[in-house]
């Protein structure tokens, strides 16, 4: 029986008879009617003022909830005037309201004062252990794709085809244009505010020198693994997560597959093939961008350019950005899918983690960049 009350007007005031169950599911429609209560007492003295009665005699059952409304509107009565009896209310019940009555006390909040720098020791405290555990999680991941691709290559009727193909023209073929026309502006950027740094000098004939090592050793991998990191590592996490949302990897699971080797291993062998002929399209276009610069600004002819490119560029300049490019990614790949496999179940945290995805590809691959320029360097390679 859903929480109900009634009014009713005596001699000496007024009775308010409460019956049903003033529990948290019923008591929510009376919150309001029994705030106008006091304030009609306030608004109109003649109207239940002097001796008010709550008559709890019908009341069937009481919870914390009710209590609280039962007691607040004697508290409200009292606060407007009136004197308030509680009647009929069983043992039980009383002791309820009474515990309602001692812990509607005021309390004042103290904003805890911690010292700057103890906040900041716990915040890269934090930082350290956060970022330990991501790199035990992303080598975890790693060695459970390195698992499933060499069992894939003892068994290569695993290998799903079809959808490493599907995934390296979207990973690969779809992304040249972007690729192209970003490394050319920035070859042509290079080129520019090189020439203007050398013609101080007059080297501004080394200016080809360069675009030419600057692109092919390091900022055409870098560039584009950026790029690949920003549009299929985080494509890679939103379609995973997607799937994680609608159950349909736990359906995988159910039915026998394994969601690694079904949607990483694919995922990861395309974006390892791919990000090579990426990157070499990323030079080739850097070198385009370096060229035309040079002959509009410095009227070196597209022949004197080639030939200073020839004798600049050795192929050991090329082969050290290729190299990277396959462990560029690997990572790449490996943590947009380990992002998707930790979507929660709701869309919120899809976005969450494909935002954590970028940020976290990004990092990494600026990481494994300046190690393998550091390690080329020491190797004088």
């Known amino acids: 029986m859903a929480a109900t009350f009634t009014t009713t007007e005596t001699a000496d005031g007024g009775q308010i008879t409460l019956s049903g169950l003033w529990t948290v599911r019923h008591v929510g429609p009376q919150d309001a009617p029994l705030r106008a209560i006091a304030s009609s007492v306030k608004a109109t003295p003649r109207h239940l003022q002097g001796h008010v009665v709550l008559d709890l005699s019908s009341v069937d059952g009481l919870d914390t909830a009710g209590a609280w409304l039962v007691h607040r509107t004697r508290r409200d009565l009292e606060e407007a005037g009136a004197?308030?009896?509680?009647?009929?209310?069983?043992?039980?019940?009383?002791?309820?309201?009474?515990?309602?009555?001692?812990?509607?006390?005021?309390?004042?909040?103290?904003?805890?004062?911690?010292?700057?720098?103890?906040?900041?020791?716990?915040?890269?405290?934090?930082?350290?252990?956060?970022?330990?555990?991501?790199?035990?999680a992303i080598l975890n991941m790693t060695g459970i794709v390195v698992m499933v691709l060499g069992r894939i290559i003892t068994r290569p009727r695993t290998l799903r085809l079809t959808s490493v193909v599907s995934h390296m023209e979207r990973v690969g073929l779809n992304a040249v244009p972007i690729v192209a026309l970003l490394t050319f502006l920035i070859g042509a950027v290079l080129a520019q505010q090189g020439a203007s740094q050398l013609k101080l000098f007059g080297a501004e004939v080394f200016t080809v020198n360069l675009v030419g090592i600057s692109m092919l050793r390091e900022l055409g991998v870098l560039i584009t693994a950026i790029i690949i990191a920003g549009r299929s590592g985080s494509a890679f996490t939103a379609e995973i997560g997607s799937m994680k949302v609608r159950e349909e990897i736990d359906a995988m699971r159910t039915l026998g597959m394994d969601p690694v080797e079904v949607l990483?291993?694919?995922?990861?062998?395309?974006?390892?093939?791919?990000?090579?002929?990426?990157?070499?399209?990323?030079?080739?276009?850097?070198?385009?961008?370096?060229?035309?610069?040079?002959?509009?600004?410095?009227?070196?002819?597209?022949?004197?350019?080639?030939?200073?490119?020839?004798?600049?560029?050795?192929?050991?300049?090329?082969?050290?950005?290729?190299?990277?490019?396959?462990?560029?990614?690997?990572?790449?790949?490996?943590?947009?899918?380990?992002?998707?496999?930790?979507?929660s179940g709701s869309a919120e945290s899809v976005g969450e983690r494909t935002t954590s995805s970028v940020v976290k590809s990004i990092f990494t691959v600026i990481v494994l960049d300046a190690l393998f320029a550091i390690f080329f360097t020491a190797v004088d390679y």
């Open 83 to 136: 004197q308030v009896e509680l009647r009929g209310a069983s043992h039980a019940h009383a002791e309820l309201i009474e515990l309602a009555r001692e812990s509607d006390q005021p309390c004042d909040i103290e904003i805890e004062q911690r010292n700057v720098i103890s906040l900041l020791a716990e915040r890269m405290g934090r930082a350290v252990v956060n970022l330990a555990s991501e790199f035990v």
């Open 264 to 343: 990483v291993a694919p995922r990861v062998i395309a974006l390892v093939l791919m990000l090579p002929v990426l990157t070499f399209v990323a030079d080739i276009m850097g070198l385009l961008g370096g060229g035309v610069v040079a002959y509009v600004f410095l009227e070196i002819s597209p022949q004197t350019y080639l030939q200073r490119v020839d004798a600049a560029i050795d192929t050991s300049t090329f082969f050290v950005g290729i190299i990277k490019a396959p462990f560029l990614a690997m990572a790449i790949a490996i943590i947009g899918c380990l992002e998707g496999m930790r979507v």
